[in-house]
T-cell receptor, first 116, second 112 residues
Framework: DVKVTQSSRYLVKRTGEKVFLECVQD?????MFWYRQDPGLGLRLIYF???????EKGDIPEGYSVSREKKERFSLILESASTNQTSMYLC???????????????FGEGSRLTVL | GENVEQHPSTLSVQEGDSAVIKCTYS??????FPWYKQELGKRPQLIID?????GEKKDQRIAVTLNKTAKHFSLHITETQPEDSAVYFC???????????FGKGTRLHILP
């Protein structure tokens, strides 16, 4: 079974703090994604990466950055946390082998971030 | 970019009846349409998907239909059961970059 592990289930941070959310997958997937989930807004794509050191903006990248130094690890960074970034953050991965059509996303359990 | 609209936002059906959730998409290049189910407190999981070379796909009590001309696709659940209660998300993607864009979700309640 594919396992996607997010380092923190619950975090409480103060406005202006730098926040790191870590995600690790163990199935050698090429693609990794960060979504945020808010009630009534569904899953919104923040950033994704299809290769080491590669990153692409999603629909709501403002206020976030990402890092992918190793294939299995994709980090989401909030440089200066704000209250409107209080949310559930979901990491996901997919196989994404070149030339093969888009495939299944495997999600982590989520990290619930509260910014005070 | 792609935009996915999903309706209704909430749906209540009697146990045993059918449920239908509808989605539309904007990018005609999209060719992959998955559906995810998220039970309370759990992560979303893929339940069925369809690619643009077929119009319908079925897996036991769930089926998905796709109309590429109209750019809409639907999830059909027959003989609903209590364990079908969850939030369902439709999504769309193309194989240019594997980016998957989700709808806002439908909360399905199965009434006893």
């Amino acid at each position: 079974d594919v396992k996607v592990t997010q380092s923190s289930r619950y975090l409480v941070k103060r406005t202006g703090e730098k926040v790191f959310l870590e995600c690790v997958q163990d199935m050698d997937h090429e693609n990794m994604f960060w979504y945020r989930q808010d009630p009534g807004l569904g899953l919104r794509l923040i950033y994704f990466s299809y290769d080491v050191k590669m990153k692409e903006k999603g629909d709501i990248p403002e206020g976030y950055s990402v890092s992918r130094e190793k294939k299995e690890r994709f980090s989401l960074i909030l440089e200066s946390a704000s209250t409107n970034q209080t949310s559930m953050y979901l990491c996901a991965s997919s196989l994404g082998t070149s030339g093969i059509l888009t495939g299944e996303l495997f999600f982590g359990e989520g990290s619930r971030l509260t910014v005070l | 970019g792609e935009n996915v609209e999903q309706h209704p936002s909430t749906l209540s059906v009697q146990e045993g009846d059918s449920a239908v959730i509808k989605c539309t998409y904007s990018d005609s290049a999209s060719n992959y349409f998955p559906w995810y189910k998220q039970e309370l407190g759990k992560r979303p999981q893929l339940i069925i998907d369809i690619r643009s070379n077929v119009g319908e796909k079925k897996d036991q009590r769930i089926a998905v239909t796709l109309n590429k001309t109209a750019k809409h696709f639907s999830l059909h659940i027959t003989e609903t059961q209590p364990e079908d209660s969850a939030v369902y998300f439709c999504a769309a993607s193309d194989n240019r970059d594997d980016k998957i864009i989700f709808g806002k979700g439908t909360r399905l309640h199965i009434l006893p």
